[in-house]
């Protein structure tokens, strides 16, 4: 069975700590929905805590964002 092929746009995203996991809640259009002034589309994923950071990875990489400089911490800060 082949899955119909969709492309949206993203609009918009929100997630929420569950503990060990996080709920990502991601809001899309299509061209046609954005067109006729639809409801945008909602899709909720529930992801590990480590798949959320390889995802996160990933679109860093992809985007060719720079990762946030790590913050030193206190013992760090003692030797600046």
Not at 5 to 14: C, K, N, Q
Not at 33 to 49: M, Q, V
Not at 61 to 70: D, F
């Amino acid at each position: 069975m082949a899955m119909e092929e969709r492309i949206s746009v993203l609009v918009g995203w929100a997630s929420r700590d569950l503990g060990p996991n996080i709920l990502l809640e991601l809001q899309t259009f299509e061209k046609e929905g954005w067109d006729s002034g639809d409801e945008p589309d909602n899709a909720r994923f529930f992801l590990t805590r480590s798949q959320a950071a390889v995802l996160a990875n990933h679109l860093l990489q992809v985007s060719g964002a720079q990762r946030p400089a790590r913050r030193g911490g206190w013992l760090g800060s003692l030797f600046k």
